[in-house]
């Protein structure tokens, strides 16, 4: 067993220098002691931390073999199968472990979600968040599962808990606000974006979103700025050109218009709704020319 301490120390103060050493002393260990649990514990969080999860798995399932005590096993396997994105496999090893705790029901409840099962997912999230928990991030999380559903009255009211419970946040703002644009409650939403962007979020989205609602409660000058962030944070996001170009068209800005819809074919590709909108502004412009003339 002293030699056995000895590898483990090893291990424990070597791992991050050089793993590969690392690795190879612990197969050579456990060649000697094959049936030593703290070896292949060693070697699957070795594995699991250089994102070999494969190779985790194979550590993993021989330790469940030797140690049938280790209750966190099923959990640790589960979570090598999420990291491979093998949800459906992840969710079996979820359920398969004897104990159930936070961190377990929000991987799971993840697993659910990237396989479109939202109601399952919320579900989960629900029974999570009646333990007593020390972030926010199962709050939103459970906020944006909701936005999946189009709920988004309930989908504020976890936003409204999770800053009960852990102050304002920038993230908490501009999630509210995309959800009272869902629900057109523009003047609501205006301010929720405020807010997050005078916490200095930095977000295309936000721009975007911000920038509509300015655009619906009449502040339009303010919603050209904004879109125009946003174009210059995500040059190939569509929808914010479409969006600037609409707000100059409503207001006969018609050359303004010409330059953005430039500026778009430039940096996106050819789609039939940039090739619809600028055929609808050459024809304004060749309107006004021979209105002009």
């Known amino acids: 067993m002293d030699k056995i301490n000895k590898v483990l120390f090893q291990v424990k103060y070597q791992k991050d220098k050089n ?13 000697e002691y ?27 399932t021989r330790l469940r073999e030797i140690d049938k005590t280790d209750q966190e096993i099923p959990f640790k396997i589960a979570n090598c199968f999420l990291s491979l994105r093998e949800y459906k496999l992840a969710i079996d090893y979820y359920e398969s472990s ?63 808990k999770a800053e009960r419970m852990f102050g304002k946040q920038s993230t908490i703002f ?11 409650r523009w003047l609501k939403a205006y301010w929720e974006f405020k807010y ?56 006969n800005r018609v050359m303004e218009a010409y330059t953005i819809i430039q500026h778009a074919r430039k940096n996106l590709p050819a789609s039939i709704s940039l090739t619809l909108l600028y055929n609808q502004i050459m024809q304004k412009m060749e309107n006004l020319s021979r209105k002009n003339n």
């Open 19 to 31: 793993w590969l050493k690392v690795k190879k002393l612990l197969l050579e260990t456990i060649s």
């Open 34 to 60: 094959p049936e030593n649990a703290q070896l292949y514990q060693a070697l699957a969080e070795l594995y699991f931390s250089k994102k070999l999860y494969s190779k985790a798995i194979g550590a993993y």
């Open 98 to 160: 004897p104990i159930i705790f936070q961190e377990l029901l929000y991987n799971k409840a993840y697993a659910y979600s990237r396989l479109g099962d939202y109601e399952q997912s919320i579900e989960i999230m629900k029974q999570l968040v009646k333990y007593p928990i020390n972030s926010e991030l199962p709050l939103i999380f459970l906020a944006e599962l909701y936005f999946t559903q189009s709920n988004y009255h309930q989908a504020i009211l976890y936003l409204n």
């Open 174 to 184: 501009y999630l509210r606000g995309i959800a009272y644009s869902h629900l057109e």
């Open 196 to 251: 997050a962007d005078q916490m200095k979020m930095v977000n295309h989205h936000l721009y975007r979103g911000y920038g509509i609602a300015c655009d619906k409660i009449g502040k339009t000058a303010e919603a050209i700025d904004l879109l125009l962030q946003s174009i210059k944070l995500s040059p190939k996001n569509t929808a914010g050109y479409l969006d600037l170009i609409r707000i100059y068209l409503e207001n």
